[in-house]
């Protein structure tokens, strides 16, 4: 399965400020998934990330809010503007492969103070 | 829409004995995926099992293993001589084709007891 290094895995933050989280993976991936965990719940898409192309959001997310970048096949960047503190989460990177499934980051969490 | 339901929020095992968690999903598709991840403290998302819907024999992997009814629409995971280390909440997870985003269940949390 592919390996996901991502950063930071956790940091406080001031609202009113933007956080910048990053996926590299190990080998070349077509998509990229970006999820959001909120304090004890399950884990729901924010958006899917295409090499080449503008990131896919789910109804509820917003490019504005949520700027992703894919700049070649094996990183992402996911950032958090304007933060308050209903964004503080988990957030985690995905990538599926055919043969494994689904490998997920090791997740960031983000406290808003 | 598609949608994914774990109707246990806590489940607790004693050390060595036999658990199974519930999962239902709702879909009208024929080709899907079903997953099991478990989740620990650390919060790393870790595959458990997975199962092909056009598959009808049971995945095993261990001492996991699933009970896939797909008329039913269910998706049970059974953890066999249970261990500390497999205490951890468990998510059951949906995706209809490959590329296709992954829909979680609510999570069940297991507690393992010694």
């Known amino acids: 399965s592919a390996v996901i290094s991502q950063k930071p895995s956790r940091d406080i933050c001031q609202r009113g400020t933007s956080l910048t989280i990053q996926c590299q993976v190990d080998?070349?991936?077509?998509?990229m998934f970006w999820y959001r965990q909120q304090p004890g719940q399950s884990l729901t898409l924010i958006a899917t990330?295409?090499?080449?192309?503008?990131?896919?959001?789910e109804s509820g997310f917003v490019i504005d809010k949520f700027p992703i970048s894919r700049p070649n096949l094996t990183f992402s960047t996911l950032t958090v503007s304007n933060m308050s503190p209903e964004d503080s989460s988990i957030y985690l990177c995905?990538?599926?492969?055919?043969?494994?499934?689904?490998?997920f980051g090791s997740g960031t969490r983000l406290t808003v103070v | 829409a598609q949608t994914v339901t774990q109707s246990q929020p806590e489940m607790s095992v004693q050390e060595a004995e036999t658990v199974t968690l519930s999962c239902t999903y709702d879909?009208?598709?024929?080709?899907?995926?079903l997953f099991w991840y478990k989740q620990p403290p650390s919060r790393q998302m870790i595959l458990v099992i997975r199962?092909?819907?056009?598959?009808?024999q049971n995945a095993t992997e261990n001492r996991f293993s699933v009970n896939f009814q797909k008329a039913a629409k269910s998706f049970s995971l059974k953890i066999s001589d249970s261990q500390l280390g497999d205490a951890a909440m468990y998510f059951c997870?949906?995706?209809?084709?490959?590329?296709?985003?992954?829909?979680f269940g609510a999570g069940t949390i297991l507690r393992v007891k010694s």
């Open positions: 995905s990538v599926e492969s055919r043969s494994y499934g689904y490998t």
């Open positions: 080998s070349q991936v077509t998509m």
């Open positions: 990330a295409n090499q080449g192309s503008e990131a896919t959001y």
């Open positions: 879909t009208s598709e024929s080709d899907y995926y």
């Open positions: 199962q092909e819907a056009y598959k009808q």
């Open positions: 997870a949906y995706r209809v084709g490959y590329g296709n985003k992954l829909v």
